[in-house]
């Protein structure tokens, strides 16, 4: 069964503190994995598509890594405003194009 | 291009209850989901359209859970006898079919079953 597990569930940084969320996926063929960021209340943004391991993209503080297993999410230097939920999700090959989703990891920034 | 819209943003009803959410996409764009998320926990898929026609519809959604695309446009989800396990935020997105097939997400609707 195509499963997404994120860790860990919440990270508490300092401002200033950089640190990395983890995404590991089993699927039966990967097409593409997502990350999205959701403020409480609100639908999920998005941030990032990747498609391949090895391939890496950046926005601003955020950068996302793949491999054959799993994604990395690395922020550099957090600012408050950067606190929310990032949320995974996988595209998985030979079905309709739906979106497998983690649980997300809830990010809080302190100054 | 002003994004995907829901309506409405809250809804409160009362057990047993019909309630029928709106999801109107980004235009021109031809593929639309909806997904549901509970406290605490990713999105869970539920159906997906191409233009008017449902290609995919989730074990998730029982026949309490009806969904529609007339002409391809905006998007319906209707829930009858609502329970109140049916308490969570419905999502929706679209998106264009090409290869990187990014999903665009809505404000959602956020329901609580009473």
């Known amino acids: 069964e195509d499963q997404v597990t994120q860790s860990p569930e919440a990270l508490r940084l300092q401002e200033g503190e950089s640190s990395s969320l983890n995404c590991s996926y089993t699927?039966?063929?990967?097409?593409?994995l997502f990350w999205y960021r959701q403020d409480p209340g609100k639908g999920p943004e998005f941030l990032f598509t990747?498609?391949?391991a090895g391939e890496e993209k950046e926005k601003e503080r955020l950068k996302a890594t793949l491999t054959k297993k799993e994604s990395f999410l690395h922020i550099t230097a957090p600012k408050p405003e950067d606190s929310a939920t990032y949320l995974c999700?996988?595209?998985?090959?030979?079905?309709?194009?739906?979106?497998?989703f983690g649980a997300g990891t809830r990010l809080a920034v302190h100054p | 291009d002003t994004g995907v819209s829901q309506d409405p943003r809250h809804k409160i009803t009362k057990r047993g209850q019909n309630v029928t959410f709106r999801c109107d996409p980004i235009?021109?764009?031809?593929?639309l989901y909806w997904y549901r998320q509970t406290l605490g926990q990713g999105p869970e898929f539920l159906t997906y359209?191409?233009?008017?026609?449902?290609?995919?519809k989730s074990r998730l959604l029982s026949d309490r859970f009806s969904a529609e695309r007339p002409k391809g446009s905006f998007s319906t989800l209707e829930i009858q006898r609502t329970e109140q396990g049916d308490s969570a935020m419905y999502l929706c997105?679209?998106?264009?079919?090409?290869?990187?097939?990014?999903?665009?997400f809505g404000p959602g609707t956020r329901l609580l079953v009473l």
């Open positions: 997105a679209s998106s264009l079919p090409t290869s990187t097939e990014t999903q665009y």
């Open positions: 699927v039966s063929g990967l097409r593409g």
């Open positions: 990747l498609y391949s």
């Open positions: 999700a996988v595209q998985v090959s030979g079905g309709y194009n739906k979106l497998i």
């Open positions: 235009s021109e764009h031809n593929r």
């Open positions: 359209f191409q233009n008017e026609a449902q290609l995919e």
